[in-house]
Nanobody, 114 residues
Framework: VQLQASGGGLVQAGGSLRLSCTASVSIYSINTWAWYRQAPGKQRELVAHITAAGSTDYADSVKGRFKISRDYVKNTVFLQMNSLKPDDAAVYYC?????????WGQGTQVTVSS
């Protein structure tokens, strides 16, 4: 399984971005999806998670601002990020789990200017 992440960029505080993670296989075969982020000097942290059944979970710091969703036709998982803050700046990674195997996308940089 290959994952291609995209959508990062530079945005002003308060703005929005939508990250995409496109899989090389049908996402019906993926058990869970997640978005993580890693800021310089910090550990990688879980941002959002969605199960095959559609259950979602979010880090407290992004609840109410970020939304994870899936498009089965495009084999893509999205992370809609609204009301961005400078603290949201990081490299964002998508992760897929399929029958015990874990796959990571290459990361996409999000920069938020204050």
């Amino acid at each position: 399984v290959q994952l291609q992440a995209s959508g990062g960029g530079l945005v002003q505080a308060g703005g929005s971005l939508r990250l995409s993670c496109t899989a090389s296989v049908s996402i019906y075969s993926i058990n869970t999806w997640a978005w993580y982020r890693q800021a310089p000097g910090k550990q990688r942290e879980l941002v959002a998670h969605i199960t095959a059944a559609g259950s979602t979970d979010y880090a407290d710091s992004v609840k109410g601002r970020f939304k994870i969703s899936r498009d089965y036709v495009k084999n893509t998982v999205f992370l809609q990020m609204n009301s961005l803050k400078p603290d949201d700046a990081a490299v964002y990674y998508c992760k897929a789990e399929k029958f015990g195997s874990v796959y990571w996308g290459q990361g996409t940089q999000v920069t938020v200017s204050s």
